[in-house]
């Protein structure tokens, strides 16, 4: 691994969000304006992952812009199979997701934890799975957490108080 690699994943480790943006297009990621990006694995063809305007790209999210082809390499000498990432503007990635070659994801759509995405997602939806299915549309999803809101102070300490309250109750 080249010095430049290493001080890469350093970036996207480590690095403030304008940090981690301008390495990120720097490696050829196509990414909007807006967004949080909280992984660093964007595989071996980065240029082929687009996303969109206000996304948000949770931990340990994972690119792969590459098809499995080594069980047949000894077949072929140069058998490649490769596909571009397309996340849409205003999407939610949950924390370690594989996102898998040639899938698009809608619009306005939510992805939950540790899904696997193998095809397409359309707009406006939860998706979640190995691998992900819709699971309710995001008017749903919004309704349902509308329902379970628990109004907590911005600062940390009084936020505490107030979730061990309302979970522990008098115990805490």
């Given at each position: 691994m080249g010095i430049l690699r290493i001080w890469e994943k350093l970036v996207l480790r480590y690095g403030s969000q304008p940090m981690i943006h301008r390495t990120l297009r720097r490696m050829g990621v196509r990414l909007g304006e807006g967004c949080r990006i909280y992984t660093?694995?964007?595989?071996?063809?980065?240029?082929?992952?687009?996303?969109g305007n206000r996304v948000c790209i949770s931990n340990d999210v994972t690119f792969v812009t590459h098809n499995?082809?080594?069980p047949v390499q000894e077949k072929h000498d140069s058998l490649t199979s490769f596909a571009p990432i397309i996340i849409k503007d205003n999407c939610q990635i949950g924390?370690?997701?594989?996102?898998?070659?040639?899938?698009?994801?809608?619009?306005?759509?939510a992805i939950g934890a540790g899904s696997v995405v193998a095809s397409d997602i359309p707009a406006g939806v939860v998706a979640a799975g190995n691998p992900a299915r819709?699971?309710?549309?995001?008017?749903?999803?919004e309704e349902k957490l509308k329902a379970s809101h628990i109004a907590i102070p911005l600062d940390r300490?009084?936020?505490?108080?107030v979730l061990e309250k309302h979970f522990w109750g008098d115990e805490a």
């Open positions: 660093q694995h964007f595989g071996s063809e980065p240029w082929l992952v687009r996303i499995l082809t080594w924390v370690n997701v594989t996102l898998l070659p040639g899938i698009t994801i809608g619009t306005g759509s819709v699971l309710c549309s995001m008017d749903e999803y300490r009084e936020a505490r108080k």
